[in-house]
C-alpha cells in the first residue's frame, strides 16, 4: 500500500524511498514486530480464556512436558499471521503477482491449522483434522500455487528445476513441475508442523530461512545481482522479500511471548502457515532444493518420523526413542534449553551452506 507513495517521488524526492525494496523490507519487519508487541498480550489472554486446559500434551512424550507445559494455549500463529499479513499489505507492492500467490499458501494453510488446533483443543485430544482430509487441502492450496507461479514467470523457468552449485542446470518438468511445487509446499508446511515441539524451537529456524530468502528473492528479482552472481532471473520475485520480512518481524514478535517457559504456542496455525510461506516462496525464486538445504532441520525431523513409523511397522522396533527427534534427546537427557539452542545453532550452519550455493557455481 506503501509502495505507491513512491509515485509521488517526482514531485517530493522523500517519497522515492518507497520504491526501494530494501526500505520497504526493514519497514515490514518493524511494522509486523510492534504489531504482535502491541495486539499479543491481548490475544493471549483472549486465548487462553476460550480455550481453558490449552493445548493438550502427549502423555508419552517428556515427563516433564506435563507438568510445564500443561495449560499452555495454542493457536498463537494467529499472532504470526495478522502481524505478518498486515505488515505485508502495507508495505508490499500489490500489484504484484507473486506477493498474492504467497498471502494466498500463507492463510489457507493457517485456517488449515487452525481448524485442526480447534478440533483438538475442543476435545481435548491429539486427534485433530483428519490425516487424509488434511493434507488432500493442503495440496490443492499448493498445486494452485505452483500453477499460479508457473504463470506469472516470465523468465523462462515456469516449470524448470533448477540446481545449485551447477551453471545454467535445469529440467523443464512440464506440467509435472505442478504436482512437485504442491509438494514442496505440502511438505515445507508439515516439516515446520513437527518441528514446533518445545519452546522456540521451530521459530527461530523459520525466521533464519525466511531472512536467507528475502536475500535470495532480492537477487534472483534483480537483473544485475542475478547476471553477476550466473543465478536464474525471475522478475518480479525481488518484492518476496518484503513478504520475508514482514515474517521476520512478525516471528521475532511471537518468540517474545513462546521464549520458554511459554506464554503461548504457535500450534498448526502458525507451523503449517510458515511453512507453506516459505515453500511458496521457494517455488517463485526456483530454489526449492536450496529450501531442503536450508531448511535441513525441517528435513531432519521429517526423516526421523517416516524413519521411525517404517521401522516400527516393518520390524516392531524403534530406531529413536522418540520421534520426531528434538524428543530423543530429551529422553537422552538434553535440557529442553539444550535442545533448542543447539538445533538453532544447526540451522544457521545449514543456512549458510544454502547461501553459499548463491556464489558457488
Request: charged share 10%; glycine share 12%.
Amino acid at each position: 500500500m506503501l509502495y505507491f507513495l513512491g509515485q509521488l517521488g517526482e514531485a517530493f524526492a522523500a517519497f522515492n524511498v518507497f520504491r526501494y525494496i530494501t526500505f520497504r523490507t526493514a519497514g515490514a519487519v518493524i511494522t509486523a514486530l510492534f504489531f504482535v508487541f502491541l495486539f499479543g498480550p491481548g490475544m493471549i489472554a483472549m486465548l487462553r480464556l476460550k480455550q481453558g486446559r490449552g493445548q493438550p500434551i502427549r502423555e508419552d512424550g517428556p515427563a516433564g512436558h506435563l507438568l510445564t507445559k500443561k495449560g499452555t494455549p495454542t493457536m498463537g500463529g494467529l499472532m504470526i499471521l495478522s502481524g505478518a499479513v498486515f505488515s505485508t499489505l502495507l508495505w508490499a507492492n500489490l500489484a504484484n503477482g507473486y506477493v498474492w500467490v504467497v498471502l494466498f499458501v500463507t492463510i489457507g494453510f493457517g485456517a488449515i491449522g487452525f481448524y485442526d488446533d480447534y478440533l483438538k483443543v475442543k476435545r481435548m485430544s491429539h486427534a485433530g483434522f483428519g490425516g487424509k482430509q488434511r493434507l488432500l487441502l493442503e495440496a490443492l492450496i499448493g498445486c494452485i500455487a505452483a500453477f499460479a507461479m508457473s504463470q506469472l514467470s516470465s523468465g523462462g523457468y515456469g516449470t524448470s528445476l533448477l540446481f545449485p552449485f551447477v551453471k545454467d542446470l535445469a529440467l523443464n518438468l512440464g506440467y509435472f513441475y505442478i504436482l512437485f511445487g504442491g509438494f514442496v509446499v505440502v511438505a515445507a508446511g508439515n516439516s515446520v508442523n513437527l518441528t514446533d515441539g518445545l519452546d522456540g524451537l521451530a521459530i527461530v529456524p523459520v525466521m533464519v530461512a525466511a531472512a536467507c530468502f528475502a536475500l535470495i528473492a532480492y537477487l534472483v528479482g534483480s537483473v544485475t545481482f542475478s547476471d553477476y552472481l550466473l543465478l536464474n532471473y525471475v522478475p518480479g520475485t525481488a518484492e518476496l522479500s518484503v513478504v520475508c520480512g514482514a515474517l521476520i518481524g512478525a516471528g521475532l514478535g511471537f518468540l517474545w511471548f513462546n521464549a520458554p517457559p511459554a506464554q503461548i504456542f504457535m500450534g498448526d496455525t502458525g507451523s503449517l502457515a510458515l511453512g507453506g510461506a516459505l515453500g511458496s516462496i521457494a517455488i517463485a525464486t526456483k530454489h526449492e532444493i536450496v529450501l531442503a538445504i536450508i531448511g535441513g532441520l525441517f528435513v531432519l525431523e521429517t526423516v526421523s518420523v517416516i524413519v521411525q513409523v517404517a521401522s516400527f511397522r516393518l520390524t516392531g522396533k524403534r530406531v529413536f526413542r522418540m520421534a520426531p527427534i528434538h524428543h530423543h534427546f530429551e529422553h537422552l537427557g538434553w535440557t529442553e534449553s539444550q535442545v533448542v539452542i543447539r538445533f538453532w545453532i544447526i540451522s544457521f550452519v545449514l543456512a549458510l551452506i544454502g547461501l553459499s550455493s548463491l556464489k558457488l557455481r
